[in-house]
């Protein structure tokens, strides 16, 4: 039986290429070459100032945690609803996640709920653009203007996304990108990271090092840091990928239509939704479900197995999985966020994978 897999890269010729080129010439004092060039492609792309390439998101959310100052006795905002990446550096500095609950419709951080949640011990809101969408950037930033904290924003999920025709990952004071084989532009494993602010990029290239200064060539250490790069080989093909992101947001978009006009006018049914002013790249085609159908979301996995279609649940809850479970901060939000209590329940993601054509999405 045919496997009709949840998600996975577009592969073409250029990207082989480019790979080829960086095997063979990449070395000695070229060793640098295509990360300057996919930081600097990309800087273009979303209009960014600097971008820094790096082996994951989650890299590039702990070092802006840490060019921030954010550590022990600080507490960060972030959804309950997401992937334990966004939350998990936090502890890393040694601060303490704080949940908020999301938005009915865009599935992102509630800003009034944020709202509700700051106190003098908040440095920084990490907003997700869960599965593409995006939350009110506008609200936000008159939150974190008012209250002098700083946003992170994890755009891990939504390359090519848009609100008001700017690029998803530049609304905050520093952004984060996902290159995982999942996602819309891949590396395999990879991400970067990307910031208007001289003196955060200077304190991230010098984090993300050992804590030498670039250029060094004395090995001089100042600080304990951390080794956060990626290779040339992973650069070469993600600046393959980034030139050809119109073609795969495109692809991504189309596979979104073709789930919306199959299922389109079934109430019970609900799929990722576009507000005003949103151009949603669709990482994944989402569906939430009727209250009514009372589905396990382990259930519907098996049972799309049985027929070869790989699903995935809707991220669960934060304040729910084992890592948080016993935080006071988690057990506060499993009483307060009862809309991320809902979605996460009942939500699925369907085959969203590059590869795809109408007539899988017809089979799904």
Not at 54 to 65: M, Q, R
Not at 206 to 221: A, E
Not at 226 to 231: D, G, I, P, V
Request: glycine residues 6%; negative net charge.
């Amino acid at each position: 039986m045919k496997k009709i897999p949840i998600a996975g890269p577009w592969v073409t010729d250029l990207e082989i290429d480019y790979v080829k080129d960086a095997a063979k010439n990449s070395w000695y004092e070229n060793y640098q070459d295509w990360n300057i060039r996919l930081e600097e492609t990309f800087c273009k792309y979303s209009n960014s100032r600097y971008a820094v390439s790096l082996p994951h998101a989650t890299s590039g959310i702990h070092l802006a945690l840490l060019a921030f100052g954010i550590g022990e006795g600080d507490e960060v905002i972030v959804p309950d609803a997401t992937w334990i990446a966004s939350a998990a550096p936090i502890k890393y500095v040694g601060a303490q996640p704080v949940f908020a609950d999301i938005d009915p419709d865009t599935w992102c951080i509630c800003p009034k709920s944020v709202k509700k949640l700051i106190t003098d011990k908040t440095k920084a809101i990490i907003p997700v653009d869960l599965y593409g969408s995006m939350p009110d950037f506008n609200f936000l930033r008159k939150i974190t203007n008012k209250y002098g904290i700083k946003i992170i924003e994890d755009a891990a999920e939504a390359v090519g996304s848009e609100l008001n025709s700017k690029q998803a990952g530049t609304f905050g004071d520093v952004g984060v990108y996902s290159f995982h084989g999942s996602k819309t532009i891949s590396t395999g494993e990879g991400g970067l990271l990307v910031t208007d602010n001289e003196e955060v990029y200077r304190r991230i290239l010098f984090l993300r090092d050992h804590g030498r200064q670039p250029g060094d060539s004395f090995f001089f250490n100042t600080e304990i840091a951390y080794k956060y790069k990626m290779s040339s080989l992973q650069a070469a093909f993600g600046t393959a990928q980034v030139e050809r992101i119109n073609e795969l947001v495109h692809k991504k978009r189309q596979i979104f239509s073709w789930y919306k006009e199959r299922l389109s006018g079934n109430d019970a049914l609900i799929l990722n939704s576009e507000p005003e002013a949103v151009k949603n790249s669709y990482w994944l085609t989402t569906l939430i479900y009727d209250k009514k159908f009372n589905y396990e979301k382990k259930y519907l996995m098996d049972k799309f197995l049985d027929k070869g279609i790989v699903i995935r649940p809707f991220f669960n809850q934060l304040s729910k999985i084992p890592a948080f479970i016993e935080d006071d901060e988690a057990e506060k939000a499993r009483k307060n966020n009862l809309v991320a209590n809902d979605i996460c329940s009942r939500g699925i993601n369907l085959p969203s994978a590059l590869c795809l054509e109408e007539k899988d999405i017809d089979y799904v």
